[in-house]
Nanobody
Framework: QVQLVESGGGLVQAGGSLRLSCVAS????????MGWFRQAPGKEREFVAAVTWSGRNTYYADSVKGRFTISRDNAKNTVYLQMNSLNPEDTAVYYC??????????????????????WGQGTQVTVSS
């Protein structure tokens, strides 16, 4: 069983930055592709960003491309989401997700919720205007 714990959410003004972290309690973190999703009130959970097991490939939703950066530190079992130039439309609960695979995943796979077996509890990000 994989447990994922997110942190780093909070309240920030438009234009500001936040860095989310997700720590995975798993022996072989490098056997997992990792993703970030978000869910705003009244909306479906949507893909934000993903990174392959090696960190070599990263994928982003068009809405965050150029503003958000996903990265991972396999030695620390941690995946990060650096969020810059935040705007009120980024307000949501952000979830970390893990997909067991040590092979390449396509952008299509990375963006699908049902590709991920494990999910964290989420961390709230609120951006004020």
């Amino acid at each position: 069983q994989v447990q994922l714990v997110e942190s780093g959410g909070g309240l920030v003004q438009a234009g500001g930055s936040l860095r989310l972290s997700c720590v995975a309690s798993v022996r072989a973190f490098s056997n997992y592709a990792m993703g970030w999703f978000r869910q705003a009130p009244g909306k479906e959970r949507e893909f934000v960003a993903a990174v392959t097991w090696s960190g070599r490939n990263t994928y982003y939703a068009d809405s965050v491309k150029g503003r958000f950066t996903i990265s991972r530190d396999n030695a620390k079992n941690t995946v990060y989401l650096q969020m810059n130039s935040l705007n009120p439309e980024d307000t949501a609960v952000y979830y970390c997700a893990a997909k067991r695979t040590s092979t390449y995943i396509s952008p299509t796979q990375a963006g699908r919720r049902d590709e991920y077996e494990y999910w964290g509890q989420g961390t709230q990000v609120t951006v004020s205007s």
